[in-house]
Every structure is written in structure tokens, then in C-alpha cells.
């Protein structure tokens, strides 16, 4: 197996402490998070899957990065607004619908975050369905050893079922309908630091289409997740120049827009050293 970056190992250690807490905190007592978080780590087909997105992503492409970090960053920033959510006493779709619990949305959403680039081992255009084309039998197979009693077939399918909807969702391009899917849409919109683009932008290339995406991101210096002040989530996104604003009116808000989730945060954007804008 290929070996980990620096900043992929940090992140891990970042989701290690997340789904701690969310277990210990607020599952009760159900450590099926953790169970699968340790299953997903290391796991050598994702691996090969997240590694291989990378290089037809930014090697043949020269796109963004759609590898491990990425993958991994947006199951962070989906961990901790679901953690800020129910701390807010707000329910997932599975809970509102007395058909799942909490640590099932946890689940389903940790599946969805790791796989929901898969497609892109092909090619850009359509890559969030083949995306759920390319999770389905790794889904089906990871939750069958860890859920393997037939009394868990029920549980296994819904898990499944609301993982590929956030993985073929992701995209703002298929109506989705789940809080859970709809937090893989923000947690994706909202990975669009200057590290995602720094790669393609040291690969000498010729202007191309599409580079306004490398370009904008690599102005934004950080996004922030947490508690909001007039809705339970709060993103705050901060820029060094106001290319960034791309990365906000462009990709993010278009997502935020088309996620059942939008009621629930506010959206803050701005040049360092300049007011913050409210979007939301």
C-alpha cells in the first residue's frame, strides 16, 4: 500500500478524535463509528481507489486534488457539523424518522465522505455516479462484517442506501433529500483551501479551461467550522485575495443551495482584513 502523506496522517488523527468523541459523547454507548472508522483507515481498495482518483485527477486532468486528503478532509468537516448539529439538539433524517439512529447517520456519512470521489478513477464528467457504482460492493462488504447478523439486514441496507445517496449527490446535480447526504454536499463544497490546489499549480501546464478553479482556491487561507450565532452551524471562509469568491459563489453556495441542510448554517466569506460578507 502506497505510503501516507503528512498532512493525510493528520487528518486521520483529526477524525480518530472526532469519532471518539462522537461515541463516547453522543451515540450511546453505540461504537459502531469507531468499529468502522478503523475498518476504513486502512483499508488497502479505498486506498488504491483515493490514490488512483489523485493521479487521473491531477496528472491527467490537472484538476484539484480528489485524493486521500481530500476525501478524508471532507469526512472531517462532515463528522464535526454533524457533531455541532446534534449538539444543537437537531436531528439527522434517520432519527426524525424513527428508522435509524444517530450512529447510523454517523456511519453512512463516514462511507459516503471516503468513497464519494471513487468515480473520478475514471474519468470527470458523471464521476458521482460512477462513484456509487464503484462503493456499492466495498459498502455492502464492510458493513456485513461489521454488522453480519441477519437481524441487521434492515440496518445494513438504510446505512448503505443513505451513503450512496450522499456519494451520488455530492454533486448538486441529482436531488437529494437526506440531512445526511445533504451534509456531504456542504463538507465537499466547503474543502477549497490553498492546499487543495497547491499541487496543480506547481505541475507546469498551459492555460486551460477550468484553471479559474486552481487559481481561486489557492486564495482561500482557511474555512471554519462551528457553532453558529442565529442557526446551529456557522462556516466562515477567509481569502487573501477576492478570486477566492469564486470557490464561494461558484461551487459552495450552489451546493449549500441544493442540501437539505441549508436551514441550519450561515455562511460568512471575506478578504482577510475586510468585513465579512453574510451570504446566509
Known amino acids: ?129 460512477y462513484s456509487g457504482i464503484i462503493s456499492y460492493p466495498i459498502i455492502e462488504k464492510v458493513l456485513s462484517q461489521l454488522l453480519p447478523e441477519d437481524g441487521n439486514i434492515l440496518r445494513r441496507t438504510i446505512i448503505r442506501s443513505i451513503a450512496i445517496e450522499g456519494i451520488i449527490g455530492h454533486m448538486a446535480t441529482h436531488p437529494i433529500h437526506s440531512v445526511e447526504a445533504g451534509i456531504i454536499l456542504i463538507a465537499d463544497g466547503c474543502d477549497m483551501t490553498k492546499g487543495r490546489a497547491r499541487i496543480p499549480l ?17 486564495a482561500i487561507e482557511k474555512v471554519k467550522i462551528g457553532r453558529g450565532n442565529e442557526r446551529p452551524l456557522k462556516i466562515e471562509i477567509h481569502m487573501r485575495a477576492e478570486v477566492g469568491f469564486f470557490q464561494v459563489e461558484e461551487v459552495l453556495i450552489p451546493k449549500i443551495q441544493s442540501s437539505p441542510a441549508k436551514s441550519m448554517l450561515e455562511l460568512y466569506a471575506g478578504v482577510e482584513g475586510e468585513e465579512m460578507k453574510r451570504y446566509m
Open 1 to 129: 500500500m502506497e505510503s501516507k502523506s503528512p498532512k493525510e496522517i493528520q487528518v486521520e488523527e483529526k477524525i480518530t478524535d472526532l469519532v471518539t468523541k462522537i461515541v463516547e459523547e453522543q451515540t450511546s454507548g453505540d461504537d459502531l463509528p469507531i468499529r468502522l472508522w478503523n475498518s476504513l483507515r486502512n483499508h488497502q481498495e479505498i486506498a488504491a481507489i483515493q490514490n488512483y482518483a489523485n493521479m487521473v485527477s491531477i496528472g491527467r486532468l490537472g484538476l484539484n486534488d480528489h485524493g486521500p486528503v481530500h476525501m478524508k478532509t471532507v469526512c472531517r468537516n462532515a463528522l464535526k457539523m454533524l457533531s455541532i448539529l446534534h449538539t444543537a439538539g437537531m436531528q439527522t433524517s434517520l432519527e426524525k424518522e424513527n428508522i435509524g439512529t444517530f450512529a447510523d447517520s454517523v456511519a453512512a456519512v463516514m462511507l459516503a465522505s471516503l468513497l464519494h470521489d471513487s468515480g473520478m478513477t475514471i474519468g470527470r464528467k458523471g464521476h458521482e455516479l
Open 202 to 218: 506547481e505541475i507546469p501546464s498551459k492555460p486551460a479551461e477550468g484553471d479559474i478553479h486552481k487559481y481561486s482556491a489557492n
